[in-house]
């Protein structure tokens, strides 16, 4: 899927498949504490997996091509 061209690259080709709240954070280019509002609000969805959450790349691809 060509998703978020930048500078004629896909944003997401680097990122990896499962990500931590501070990955996918960066990838939106947002703080830690924005993206666990999005996550508390239904927009992201996420897993919890040993205390953390964990955010499938394709969650933020969705969450993306809905905004």
């Given at each position: 899927?060509?998703?978020?061209?930048?500078?004629?690259?896909n944003?997401?080709?680097?990122?990896?498949?499962?990500?931590?709240?501070?990955?996918?954070?960066?990838v939106?280019?947002?703080?830690?504490?924005?993206?666990?509002?999005?996550?508390?609000?239904?927009?992201?969805?996420?897993?919890?997996?040993c205390?953390?959450?964990?955010?499938?790349?394709?969650?933020?691809?969705?969450?993306?091509?809905?905004?």
């Amino acid at each position: 899927i060509p998703l978020i061209m930048e500078g004629g690259k896909n944003m997401l080709n680097d990122a990896p498949d499962v990500m931590t709240v501070k990955e996918a954070a960066r990838v939106l280019r947002c703080g830690r504490t924005k993206f666990l509002q999005l996550i508390y609000d239904g927009y992201i969805e996420a897993r919890m997996v040993c205390g953390k959450y964990i955010i499938l790349k394709e969650d933020l691809i969705e969450y993306i091509l809905r905004c």
